[in-house]
């Protein structure tokens, strides 16, 4: 006996319903998977971390920025360069070519000469870094808008714990600012209990922007704060210029110092991230500020409950 | 009753065709009232706020508002456009006391460099006095029965 309409269409509406329930589930699933990645990356890299502690006994500075008459001062040489995070992190994370291309002994002349002209140390930032990128968030672009073609850098997802405040004030110290990468014995309030890294999130590429820039040493670039939770509506202080994105990556224009990029992900209802332990963690939207804030300290002596 | 006994699972097969049985799709209502349903998060409410700023009278272009808990609560924030601002109602605060800070920045006139010694660029600094964000006084107090609008008139002028 034939089906009838009628039966055909119940079956057609349970087969949809049925279909409309699947379909959030698989796509939850595909973010999970995401997430899950995008969390092995943090974790690879408070390793990295770790390890670069192991062979020099603190962690990697946050930045070199300023530092000397034009720069940091590379160790043994006459020559300064202002010099980002991620680079110390490149040998520890199999990219030794990038770090070897990378000219850290071309004398600068004014502000990061061979930051801007040098082909090698170019194609050093231009190198994809799959560890730095987290795959629920969007592709990573080079970005020539600040300096014209050829000057652009890869940008990433993962920032470092530059404290509770602002980049020129941290409120409370934190393992990493311009020219300082904690020491263990200076992480005081525990290394399970300090933030390493954090979540952040790639801004629209095609415009002038500072924030996710790994190889920038400017203070809006990979210094992320506590002041506000993670993913808050609050807008970013940047400096100079920034594209305001609501509801992903909110920005408004401050004066130069007082600079605060809050953690971000397109994880639902929270961002990872790690602490100086090598753990990695998922922290929610809606954590108690109180609890946010001392974990980025090292040291404001203040203890850390559930979180 | 008589409804009930038509509205059986689907043997779809064996079943003579009766109109009435459309009515059986009803059985799946409650599943799809679950699946709708289940998807509601513990807490306390995130709140909607808005408002208009003005400064020295006239509606900030351009700025930002800053929701920051003074005790217990959720930071937010938003950036303000032609003087009126809107919190995400999903990304708002939770109830409780919050302290207001306004920013809002304007070009000074000068030129100076990028921080690469580069280009020249228009050095930017705060128009909106310390009073309004740094060292704010302004407090609000955000309810879940609302209306929790908040308007500012910020004036450049010493008090």
Redesign the interface.
């Known amino acids: 006996m034939a ?2 309409l ?2 055909l ?3 057609i ?2 087969i949809g ?1 049925l279909v409309g ?1 699947l379909l959030p589930a698989v796509q939850a699933a595909r973010e999970a998977a995401r997430r899950s990645s995008c969390s092995n990356n943090l974790k690879q890299l408070a390793i990295a971390a770790l390890n670069y502690e192991s062979a020099y006994r603190q962690f990697p500075v946050g930045v070199y920025q300023g530092v000397g008459p034009t720069g940091y001062q590379w160790p043994g040489t006459a020559n300064y360069r202002r010099t980002s995070f991620c680079l110390f992190i490149y040998p520890f994370i199999e990219m030794q070519a990038a770090y070897d291309l990378y000219d850290k002994t071309s004398q600068a002349q ?3 000469r061979g ?2 002209s040098d082909a090698n140390s170019i194609k050093a930032k231009k190198t994809a870094c799959s560890q730095w990128q987290c795959p629920s968030d969007r592709e990573a672009v080079i970005d020539d808008s600040l ?1 014209g073609a050829g000057t652009g850098a890869i940008k990433g997802n993962y920032g470092l714990n530059w404290g509770r405040n602002t980049w020129s004030s941290q409120g409370s110290a934190s393992p990493f600012r311009n020219a300082y990468g904690g020491k263990p014995k200076d992480i005081l309030d525990g290394t399970g209990k300090t933030l390493m890294m954090m979540e952040m999130l790639k801004p629209e590429t095609l415009s002038k922007e500072y924030r996710a820039w790994l190889w920038s040493d ?1 203070c809006d670039a990979y210094a992320l704060m506590t ?3 993670p ?5 970013d ?1 940047t ?2 210029f920034c594209v ?1 994105e ?2 992903r990556l ?7 110092g007082s600079q605060s990029v809050a953690s971000r992900s397109m994880h639902a209802g929270g961002v990872n991230v790690s602490l100086c332990d090598g753990a990695v963690r998922f922290i929610s ?2 954590v ?2 109180t609890t946010w804030q001392s974990l980025s300290g090292m040291a404001d002596g203040s203890t850390v409950g559930e979180y | 009753m008589k409804h009930k006994k038509r509205c059986q699972p689907p043997n779809l097969g064996n079943l003579p065709a009766q109109p009435s049985q459309v009515a059986c799709i009803w059985w799946l209502a409650p599943f799809l009232l679950l699946a709708v349903a289940g998807c509601g998060s513990g807490g306390p409410p995130r709140l909607r706020v808005v408002g208009a700023v003005t400064l020295d009278g006239q509606p900030l272009a351009d700025g930002a508002i800053s929701f920051l808990p003074a005790g217990k609560g959720v930071a937010a924030g938003a950036t303000i456009a032609g003087g009126r601002y809107v919190v995400d109602g999903a990304r708002g605060p939770t109830p409780g006391e919050y302290r207001v800070e306004i920013r809002a920045s304007a070009p000074s006139g000068k030129q100076v460099k990028d921080s690469f010694g580069q280009a020249s660029i228009a050095e930017m600094e705060s128009i909106i006095p310390t009073r309004y964000n740094d060292k704010t006084t302004l407090r609000v107090e955000i309810t879940a029965s609302g209306p929790n609008q908040f308007d500012y008139s910020l004036s450049t002028s010493p008090e």
């Not at chain 1, 993913?231 to 807008?235: G, I, R």
């Open positions: 089906f009838t009628v039966e269409l119940v079956v509406a349970i319903t329930l004014g502000f990061f930051y801007l300096w400017e002041r506000v939770q993913n808050s509506s609050d807008a202080r400096k100079d305001n609501p509801g909110p920005c408004t224009i401050v004066a130069a939207d809606t108690d500020l």
